[in-house]
């Protein structure tokens, strides 16, 4: 099993940048593809994006598409998440999800394992 852990999250004005990290430990991190989601204050959780295990390909969601970068560090064992242009509507705890065999999902029910999440405020 791999156990996910995200950091990164914090409190910063529209306009501004945050790297969000989701860092694995347990099974062999190289295969998983990796998954973002976010879920806002009475809102239900929506993808935001997805990157397969070798990195090769990626998928954002419209809403994030141009600001947000999804990379890996495989020798790290690390995932990130780099935001950019930060908007008031981006505010949500910010979940990454781990898929053992591989590929990149955009529907939260495909991921095998869930990290605890971090949060994200960005202040108008």
């Known amino acids: 099993q791999v156990q996910l852990v995200e950091s990164g999250g914090g409190l910063v004005q529209a306009g501004g940048s945050l790297r969000l990290s989701c860092a694995a430990s347990?099974?062999?991190?190289?295969?998983?593809?990796i998954g973002w989601f976010r879920q806002g204050p009475g809102k239900e959780r929506e993808f935001v994006a997805a990157?397969?295990?070798?990195?090769?390909?990626?998928y954002y969601a419209d809403s994030v598409k141009g600001r947000f970068t999804i990379s890996r560090d495989n020798a790290k064992n690390v995932v990130y998440l780099q935001m950019n242009s930060l908007k008031p509507e981006d505010t949500a705890v910010y979940y990454c999800?781990?898929?053992?065999?591989?590929?990149?999902?955009?529907?939260?029910?495909?991921?095998?394992?869930w990290g605890q999440g971090t949060q994200v405020t960005v202040s108008s």
């Open positions: 347990g099974r062999t991190f190289s295969n998983p593809g």
């Open positions: 999800a781990g898929v053992t065999w591989g590929g990149a999902l955009i529907r939260p029910e495909g991921y095998d394992y």
């Open positions: 990157i397969t295990w070798n990195g090769g390909t990626t």
